[in-house]
């Protein structure tokens, strides 16, 4: 669905239920900020034949078959998990970020990497929560790959074994670099889109892991502890959520 159209949605949907952004009882900030959450494309949700149930009290309207998210709830949402971040910031208690989708990579990590955050960008490996002293393992051997690939020691062996050395090392790189500050259970975990990252958010729930997870309408809410209903394909979205996010955790 398009931007320009899921903002017609949006307005009709206001419209219908004989109200406008200026008829919500809201301050004039209140009211700046839901606007820039519709340009931002927030708003956006699924074919209703594909909504969750018990993702209802989050959706304002249904237009051409497309959920339109009620932003008055997303905005409350956010407010809630990022409190709560934010205690965890200031108490320096680790985080983990998790979201893996191509096209909005660079968004997440450059959030994460604002904070210092341990970040899975690339594929969930099972057990990276739920069998993390085997995961530590492979951490502590890929440090020492990287220490004797700079030391030089690597040269002591064939052509042919460094480069197998090499690219053991490229591949442990990519699937642990992100985490191997995270030496102790995350107290939180940020997950962009619990629907692709099930795998990661049922481990967290077996741990006992508080999840805040960015979801959209087609999603089970029952599973995460702070969600926030909103867009998270679109770049200007997801960029906007962690805008906000990232503003309240380096509020004073």
């Given at each position: 669905m398009s931007s320009d159209k899921a903002t017609s949605a949006m307005e009709e949907s206001l419209r219908d239920d004989e109200a406008t952004l200026e008829d919500i009882k809201a301050s004039p900030e209140e009211l700046a900020l839901l606007e820039e959450m519709i340009k931002a494309g927030v708003l956006h949700g699924r074919k209703h034949s594909f909504t969750n149930p018990k993702m209802n009290k989050y959706v304002i309207a249904t237009r051409k078959g497309i959920d339109v998210i009620d932003l008055e709830a997303t905005n409350e949402m956010l407010e809630r998990a990022g409190n709560y971040l934010k205690i965890l910031v200031d108490s320096k208690r680790p985080i983990l970020v998790v979201g893996t989708r191509a096209e909005t990579r660079d968004l997440v990590e450059k959030f994460a990497d604002s904070f210092a955050f341990p970040k899975v960008t690339g594929r969930w490996l099972g057990g990276t929560l739920t069998n993390y002293p085997t995961i530590w393992k492979r951490i502590e051997y890929m440090k020492k790959l990287r220490a004797d690939k700079l030391s030089g020691a690597l040269e002591k062996y064939t052509k042919k074994?460094?480069?197998m050395l090499t690219n053991e090392l490229a591949r442990l790189n990519n699937l642990f670099s992100g985490i191997e500050t995270m030496s102790v259970k995350p107290a939180a975990m940020i997950v962009i889109d619990a629907n692709l990252h099930k795998h990661a958010v049922h481990e967290a729930n077996l741990l006992e892991i508080p999840v805040i997870a960015l979801i959209n309408t087609d999603t089970n809410p029952?599973?995460?502890?702070?969600?926030?209903?909103?867009?998270?394909?679109?770049?200007?979205?997801?960029?906007?959520?962690?805008?906000?996010?990232?503003?309240?955790?380096?509020?004073?």
């Open positions: 074994e460094r480069l029952d599973k995460i502890t702070y969600p926030i209903p909103c867009n998270f394909t679109g770049r200007s979205s997801l960029e906007f959520i962690l805008t906000k996010l990232s503003s309240k955790l380096r509020s004073a």
